[in-house]
């Protein structure tokens, strides 16, 4: 009986590592366009995962909410913290701080 339980904590772990990964992806995209759609520099080219909970779409279903950090910059010389949120595979929320343009 403890080998089932293993295998399916197993089975469970692979697929949240696997749908953590694709999920990030299109956080990267999101993230990407969110700096360019406000003339913001994307840096490092990189997206982290900074929070992953629970919550309910549309229909009254569970989904995984995840919240991913990213940094902008305006000129090149500072950097913002930015966030998004992704519930599913959906953008559910975003955002970037206020920023002066010269």
């Known amino acids: 009986?403890?080998?089932?339980?293993?295998?399916?904590?197993m089975?469970?772990?692979?697929?949240?590592?696997?749908d953590s990964v694709a999920k990030r992806e299109i956080a990267l995209k999101l993230g990407r366009q969110l700096a360019e759609r406000w003339q913001l520099q994307f840096?490092?080219?990189t997206v982290a995962c900074s929070?992953?909970?629970f919550a309910?779409?549309?229909n009254g279903r569970m989904q995984l909410l995840r919240t991913y950090s990213f940094d902008v910059s305006s000129q090149g010389?500072?950097?913002?913290a930015c966030h998004l949120q992704l519930r599913g595979?959906?953008?559910?929320?975003?955002?970037?701080?206020?920023?002066?343009?010269?």
């Open 1 to 9: 009986m403890a080998e089932w339980l293993l295998l399916a904590l």
């Open 11 to 18: 089975v469970a772990g692979a697929w949240f590592w696997i």
């Open 43 to 45: 840096l490092d080219e």
């Open 51 to 53: 929070r992953v909970g």
């Open 56 to 58: 309910r779409d549309g």
């Open 77 to 80: 010389l500072e950097r913002m």
């Open 89 to 102: 595979g959906q953008l559910l929320s975003w955002h970037i701080p206020p920023y002066a343009t010269q």
